[in-house]
């Protein structure tokens, strides 16, 4: 496959201005916390570094690197990019910023009365699974893929939904760490099932769902999000849709991007699950008092 994909040539493989996207918010983020950063406020710890870079070398390859190009070839490649966008990058994020750049962003005049009700943890918790599971309706994904403006504009709103969600989860303003840790649990679990009928949707279908993969027209349109226009033209006579690429099935890559959705799910929630269920354990027995050394036992 790697070779066909050659074809679309370098800028849709690799986005060159992606990547000088990405380095931007890098050298932003290291500016801000380093040459820019005010008397009192924190240096980035070593672990927050790793965090946030970590977290920009995860975008561009799910955003910038080949795997975009073939997220709109393969349905199976969109679920996977889909799970580490909403689900993993904004935790790498969130937990990566210093907690002073947080503070500026949700004390801020404008955005404090807004923020505080959007990150109210159950609203959170629907807007984010409602906003997914409605993006992969056929009709919307369809919209969303044929067209630029609204494909940048949706995603990169469930985005937000998706970094207010997480927030209920690992904000360090104490203002805003509203659930207990096994609150935050049942949190995460409660992600898990409101999920599952947008995966269940597409592994059980017993047809093809969206015209971006069946529909030679419908295909090209969506590939022009990510290949040069003059680039696409040169090979409109040549493909005939994603099925040049790949030889499996329609049907068993649209089921295979749902379970990979899910387990990929499953696994971040359940690494967080007992994260957060250990760290709470051993604060609590920490609480405890040992028994005097000189007591004796009967």
């Given at each position: 496959m790697w070779l066909e994909l050659q074809i679309f040539g370098f800028r849709?493989?690799?986005?060159?201005?992606?990547?000088?996207?990405?380095?931007?918010?890098?050298?932003?983020?290291?500016?801000?916390?380093?040459?820019?950063?005010?008397?009192?406020?924190?240096?980035?710890?070593?672990?927050?570094?790793?965090?946030?870079?970590?977290?920009?070398?995860?975008?561009?390859?799910?955003?910038?690197?080949?795997?975009?190009?073939?997220?709109?070839?393969?349905?199976?490649?969109?679920?996977?990019q889909m799970a580490l966008y909403y689900l993993l990058f904004p935790i790498l994020v969130i937990k990566g910023t210093p907690k002073w750049i947080w503070e500026k962003v949700f004390y801020a005049p404008v955005l404090k009365p807004i923020l505080k009700v959007l990150t109210t943890p159950l609203i959170s918790l629907v807007l984010f699974n409602g906003l997914f599971s409605l993006y992969h309706m056929p009709v919307v994904f369809d919209y969303a893929k044929s067209n630029e403006i609204a494909h940048a504009v949706i995603t990169t709103f469930i985005l937000f939904t998706a970094f207010v969600m997480w927030w209920s989860v690992f904000s360090p303003i104490k203002e805003y760490d509203r659930l207990s840790p096994i609150l935050k649990i049942g949190f995460i679990f409660a992600n898990g099932v409101l999920i599952t009928p947008a995966c269940g949707l597409i592994i059980f279908a017993e047809v093809p769902l969206y015209a971006t993969f069946t529909e030679s027209g419908a295909w090209m349109q969506a590939m022009t999000l990510c290949v040069p226009p003059d680039v696409l033209s040169g090979l409109s006579g040549s493909l005939s849709g994603p099925e040049y690429f790949t030889p499996m099935p329609l049907m068993e890559d649209q089921q295979l991007g749902g379970i990979i959705m899910k387990i990929t799910q499953e696994i971040i929630f359940g690494i967080l699950i007992a994260r957060i269920f250990f760290g709470w354990f051993n604060r609590e027995s920490d609480r405890i008092d040992p028994l005097p050394a000189n007591m004796q036992t009967e």
């Open positions: 849709a493989l690799w986005s060159p201005y992606y990547l000088l996207f990405v380095l931007l918010i890098s050298a932003f983020y290291f500016y801000i916390t380093g040459p820019k950063r005010k008397t009192g406020e924190k240096p980035p710890t070593m672990g927050q570094q790793v965090y946030f870079y970590s977290g920009m070398l995860l975008l561009y390859i799910i955003k910038g690197s080949p795997v975009d190009l073939m997220s709109h070839i393969m349905f199976t490649a969109h679920m996977t």
